[in-house]
Structure formats: structure tokens, C-alpha cells
């Protein structure tokens, strides 16, 4: 008979765990051991017997596995028990590597209390039986000595064991009950795991494949097993080139490679794990493929922004001194259109001086528009009605073999500038238009959706929530392919000479971008194009349009300090002020203009001065000259900044924010408005 209680062996580097473990223990009666790490439980097998050892595979220092190998390696614990557990690793290769590293079950934590207890009592019981068995061999030997004293007794314990044995042989049967549902469990697990996952033999061939394989490929279980997996997936009947079997197979360790799948259209990392037989042998291959395609256009879309962000910020960066320059040109070339001969040939070379200025000053503004480095408020703006504005004036200018399609479906609002939008609208359809020169459809369709968290993982950086979709499509020749990535960086274009600037697509990322919404494209060569495009929908109300000042251009005779660091802009400046009646002064130097209005602030009724200037820049100094004369009226102007938007201006104290390039009319109205107030 036993007196001993049984000890167990439990180790584990976190307390809570072992704490854990020692409480769910408490039910088998056993005396418990604990060690928190390889080195305190090889002393603690030194000092005790163990029943059973309960090991955590991943420990710093001595991991789990190390620790079963010293185990087995000691004549005294070689064949003790172990149960390998595990919150990290659940994957076959880790549990053969348990096994292999002598190991008789791997639990993956959280675990069920019972089936772990269940198997302790199965090994429990089993020490129990070995050490009655032992001591019938004890009893026998003494029995050797005192044979027919003891024969009675022996036969006793002989029919105990027996009855043991049936017990034994019972429990037994249990426990390969209990293997079988561990097997189902992990045959459902297997099933569960969302990546494609096949075991394969040495030769490619699939021995087993999950639930996620069948649904990727289309196929039954029953065509797929026993199919080299080249043959299914890449439907040739060899190995691809940097097939990632027979790389792990020639390196003969597990091996990850990122592989395009081109018969499913989609972008794979893939993952093969060797294991081994006792004898060290390749005995199969287990097969991991994650889909990330959708990470990869992912990072498709934010290359293509930190693009568009470069682009961006070189266009502001040249914008205030080509702005400067085209003041200049327009200015002077206006000028000179009022004093020369009309008719002249002169006066035909400068009107085309002044039409390709006023390209160039569009052009700016469209960069600066695409680059968002504009402040323009958004307003509540229904696009349904802009697009019918479009689709009207595109069916009397596009060809006739060519059908405009409305679908527009919503009536909501979106915050947006209704120029942009018809712009937006405009640019598309142009494009479309164009991609159909044998005739075709174009279609334009607006419908409400609502994106839920799981929906925007598509669509980059957008919120969820409802928007307007729009889809502007056609029937032409498509994109091809090489090009797609392309076509909304600004200048890219596939027209001729005179056809475009290459800014329209540019344009409508940079409005929808403003928008805080979305666009892509989906095109295939003579398939035609989709754009879609996604609008946040907003609960504002649309304002109604403020009537414009119309008021005729007047004379005046105030006196303007005009401060600009370009010595043309204010020798243009003071020529068109002074044509009105105005006294104008000039400084290129902010401090020395400011020392001038120091020393007479009461002679001046207006400064007009530049924002962007070295020493003192038209913000500050603007402060400075407020500080002097509280009551002075500024105007700014600035062809592009970055530190003044309308709202600031009027914070500062700023009367009127004047945009180069400017042109005469308005530099006399805004000046006539300003002293209108006084």
C-alpha cells in the first residue's frame, strides 16, 4: 500500500501562473513543487521523486525544452512525465519539438482545468500502478527468502494488482478517448486559422489542407489532397522559380518568402516549417500563406501621398517668387497695352505677353490648389446638382456617339468649394470623353454609403462613417497598367502638345484629399475605367450666395506706403496707384520703411505691404506699425504663405489680404475698399 503522497513538479517563470497552477493541483492531493526557472527545478529533482513535471516552454534562461532534455538525460528522471504548456507557441512545429525534446502532451494556454486534470490523474494513477508494481518485485524478492510463509500474501497482492491492472486498463481506454478529442480539437483548429495552411510531404504533394485553402482555391478537399501544390496554385506541373518548399528543402530550415500568386491575383507571405522524424529525417512540410494584398495597396497609397506631400510643399516653395514675377509681367504688360497703338503689331505681341501671364498665374493656382496650401472655407454643397450642371454642358460640347448615363441617387451635402467640385466633375468626364473617341457610354452615378471599421481598412486614412459615392465610368480604351500608379501625380499626362497640362487628375486627388474623402481607380486595357470617390455626407445647412459689390473703379487721392523686397513690384504698384490719383512711396527694405513710418505715421493713410520679405516679414512687421498707429489701415499681399490665411489676417488687424498676381482693377478696388471704410 501507498503512503507517500505524490509529488508534482511545476515550473514556470511567473507567479500568477504557478499560483494558477497550484490551485486547479489542489484536487489531486498531491504535494506540490514548484521551480521557477530550469536551473531550481534540476535541484528540486535531485531532492525529490517526481509523479509529474508540468513545464512552461518558453523561460528565460533554461527554455522548457532544454530542461526536458537534462531531465531525460539523469537515470533518475529519464522517465518522468512531462507536459509541456504554452501561452506563445501552438503551432505543429512546436509541439513535435516538444515531443521530440521527450515531452508526453503539449498544452496550449488558456487551457481547460479538467481535460488538464483528467491527464494528471491518467499519469498519477500510472506512478500509483508502477510503484505497486515495485513493490510486488520488493515483495516477490522477499518472498524468494520465505516462500511459503509469504505465498498467501503474494497471492493477495497478485489478485490487488490485478484488479489494479483492470482499473489501469480502464483508465487507458479513457485517456485514448481523451486523445482522440485532443485530436479533434486540433483537427478544428486547424480547420479555424484564417491563413491557408496544408501539410505537405518531401515530394510537394498535400498531404491535409484547412478550411481557408478551399475557399481561396474554389475547390473540394477531395481534388486538392494528394495534387502537388504547384499544380494547384500555380497550375503548372513543375516548381516556380523561388518556390518557397524547395528553398526551406535546400536549406533544410524554415524558410518565409513574400510571393505573388498570379492564377488568384493576390500577394502571399508564405511560411514552410520542416519537421523532422526521430531519426532526423524530413518528414513533412507545414505550409503558411497570408494574404496581403490589401497591405500592399496599402502602402501603394501612402507612397503615393508622401509623393503628392512632396510635390505639395516644391510647389509652395516656388510660389511666392514666381507669383512676384508674373505680377510684374501682367502689371507692365497692362501698362503697356493702355499707351501703345491699338492695332499695332506691338500691341498684338503684348496682348500675347499678357494671355500667356495669365496662363501661367492659372497654372500657379492650380498647383497651389493641388498642393491644399490654399484656406478657402468649405461650404454645405450638393453635388447632384453640379453634376447635372456637368452632364449639360458636357452633351452639347463631347461627341454624339458618345451617351451621358445619370444615376444620382442622393441629395445630401458635403463640405466642399462648389467650383471644386464642378471642377472635379468637369475633369473626369473630360478624361472619359477622351478615352472614348469611337464613341461609348459615360456614366456618372452618386449613391449614399455608410463605411463601418472593418469597411475604411481599403480606403487609407478616411473615418467611418456615411458618405457620398460617386463613380464617374466609361467604355474606352482604359489605363494600362505600368501607368496606373501614375496618373495623379501632377504634370503626368498621356495627351499630346496643347491637349492638357497634366494637372487635372492632380487636381481632383488634391479636392478630395481637402475633402477629407477618398479616390482610386480600377481600369483594365479596352475594358474602360471606373473612378470612384468618397465625400464625407455633413449635417450643415447650405448657405445661401452673398450678393457681389459691383461698384465701378474710382479715383483717389490718399497717400500709400507701399513695402515690397521686389523693386518692380513696387515701381508696378506706385505707376498703378498714381494712374488713379493716389500719392504712392516705395521701400524694398522693411526696417527702413518702418523707420519712415515711425518717423511719420500721420502722413500716410494706407500701407500695402508684402508678406514674404527678409529682415521683417509683412506679419510683423504689420504688428509693429499697429503698435505705432492703432487706427492704420494694412493691406497684405502675398503670392503664396504658409503662416497667413484670411482668418489670421483679420486676427492681426489686417484690412484685406491681396493675392499676387494681382491685376490692376483689383489692386484699385481692394484699395478703394479699404479706404471706403474709413
Known amino acids: 500500500m501507498l503512503t507517500d503522497r505524490q509529488k508534482i513538479l511545476i515550473v514556470d517563470d511567473k507567479e500568477a501562473n504557478l499560483f ?4 486547479i493541483l489542489k484536487e489531486t492531493d498531491a504535494q506540490i513543487i514548484r521551480a521557477q526557472n530550469g536551473n531550481q527545478a534540476l535541484a528540486a529533482s535531485l531532492n525529490h521523486d517526481f509523479a509529474l513535471a508540468l513545464v512552461d516552454v518558453q523561460m528565460p534562461g533554461m527554455d522548457g525544452y532544454e530542461l526536458a532534455e537534462w531531465l531525460r538525460s539523469e537515470e533518475k528522471t529519464k522517465e518522468l512525465p512531462i507536459i509541456f504548456m504554452s501561452a506563445v507557441y501552438s503551432s505543429d512545429y512546436h509541439v513535435f519539438k516538444g515531443y521530440d525534446a521527450g515531452a508526453v502532451d503539449f498544452m496550449v494556454k488558456p487551457y481547460n482545468p479538467k481535460i488538464l486534470l483528467s491527464k494528471i490523474s491518467v499519469f498519477l494513477s500510472l506512478d500509483r500502478q508502477k510503484m505497486l508494481l515495485k513493490q510486488s518485485k520488493d515483495s516477490l524478492a522477499l518472498a524468494n527468502e520465505t516462500l511459503e510463509r509469504k505465498v498467501g500474501e503474494r497471492t493477495q497482492k497478485l489478485e490487488t494488482a490485478i484488479a489494479d491492472l ?4 480502464k483508465k487507458r481506454v479513457q485517456a485514448e478517448k481523451q486523445s482522440l478529442n485532443a485530436k479533434k480539437e486540433w483537427q478544428e483548429i486547424f480547420e479555424a486559422v484564417g491563413q491557408m495552411t496544408m501539410i505537405l510531404d518531401k515530394d510537394h504533394t498535400i498531404i491535409s489542407a484547412n478550411r481557408a485553402v478551399l475557399e481561396y482555391t474554389g475547390l473540394p478537399l477531395t481534388d486538392i489532397t494528394g495534387q502537388k501544390c504547384h499544380s494547384i496554385f500555380h497550375h503548372t506541373d513543375h516548381a516556380v522559380n523561388d518556390c518557397p518548399v524547395s528553398n526551406m528543402m535546400n536549406s533544410g530550415q524554415f524558410n518565409i518568402t513574400e510571393a505573388e500568386i498570379e492564377t488568384m491575383g493576390k500577394t502571399f507571405i508564405i511560411s514552410c516549417t520542416p519537421v523532422f522524424d526521430d531519426r532526423g529525417n524530413l518528414e513533412k512540410i507545414i505550409h503558411i500563406a497570408t494574404d496581403i494584398t490589401r497591405q500592399r495597396q496599402l502602402k501603394k497609397e501612402l507612397i503615393q501621398a508622401h509623393k503628392m506631400e512632396a510635390i505639395g510643399s516644391l510647389a509652395g516653395g516656388i510660389a511666392h517668387d514666381f507669383n512676384n514675377i508674373l505680377s510684374a509681367v501682367l502689371g507692365y504688360a497692362e501698362l503697356a497695352l493702355k499707351d501703345v497703338e491699338k492695332g499695332s503689331q506691338i500691341q498684338k505681341d503684348l496682348q500675347q505677353i499678357y494671355s500667356a501671364g495669365t496662363r501661367a498665374r492659372d497654372l500657379v493656382k492650380q498647383i497651389l490648389n493641388f498642393a491644399r496650401q490654399t484656406d478657402e472655407e468649405l461650404k454645405p454643397v450638393r453635388i447632384d446638382i453640379i453634376a447635372k450642371e ?11 456617339t458618345i451617351e451621358i448615363i445619370q444615376n444620382l441617387n442622393s441629395r445630401s451635402l458635403v463640405l466642399s468649394n462648389p467650383v471644386k467640385i464642378h471642377q472635379l466633375i468637369m475633369n473626369l468626364c473630360t478624361n472619359a470623353a477622351h478615352a472614348m473617341n469611337e464613341g461609348g457610354e459615360l456614366t456618372i ?3 449614399e454609403v455608410t463605411l463601418e471599421w472593418d469597411d475604411i481598412k481599403a480606403y487609407g486614412k478616411i473615418k467611418p462613417g456615411h458618405y457620398q459615392k460617386m463613380e464617374i465610368s466609361d467604355t474606352g480604351a482604359g489605363i ?10 501632377p504634370f503626368f499626362t498621356t495627351k499630346g502638345i496643347h491637349e492638357g497640362t497634366g494637372m487635372g487628375l492632380a487636381m481632383v486627388h488634391s479636392i478630395v484629399k481637402e475633402c477629407s474623402g477618398h479616390v482610386s481607380v480600377n481600369s483594365q486595357k479596352g475594358k474602360g475605367s471606373v473612378f470612384t470617390i468618397l465625400l464625407p455626407i455633413t449635417d450643415a445647412q447650405e448657405k ?25 513690384i513696387c515701381k ?14 516705395f521701400e524694398t527694405d522693411s526696417e527702413k520703411a518702418l523707420a519712415l513710418f515711425s518717423e511719420r505715421p500721420n502722413e500716410f493713410d494706407l500701407v500695402i505691404t508684402d508678406m514674404t520679405m527678409p529682415k521683417i516679414a509683412g506679419d510683423v512687421l504689420t504688428r509693429k506699425i499697429l503698435a505705432i498707429r492703432p487706427d492704420m489701415p494694412v493691406i497684405i499681399a502675398t503670392g503664396y504663405s504658409k503662416i497667413l490665411s484670411e482668418k489670421k489676417a483679420v486676427k492681426l488687424g489686417v484690412r484685406a489680404v491681396l493675392s499676387k498676381p494681382f491685376e490692376k482693377n483689383n489692386l ?11
Open 20 to 23: 494558477s497552477l497550484e490551485q
Open 166 to 169: 483492470k482499473i489501469e486498463i
Open 390 to 400: 456637368v452632364a449639360k454642358f458636357l452633351g452639347s460640347t463631347i461627341p454624339s
Open 445 to 447: 452615378s452618386l449613391h
Open 480 to 489: 494600362p497598367e505600368e501607368i496606373v500608379d501614375s496618373i495623379f501625380l
Open 544 to 568: 445661401t450666395k452673398q450678393i457681389i459689390d459691383a461698384r465701378p473703379v474710382q479715383s483717389g487721392s490718399a497717400k500709400i506706403l507701399i513695402i515690397d523686397d521686389e523693386l518692380s
Open 572 to 585: 508696378l504698384s506706385s505707376r498703378l496707384l498714381q494712374g488713379y490719383g493716389y500719392k504712392a512711396v
Open 668 to 678: 484699385i478696388k481692394i484699395v478703394q475698399d479699404v479706404l471706403g471704410k474709413e
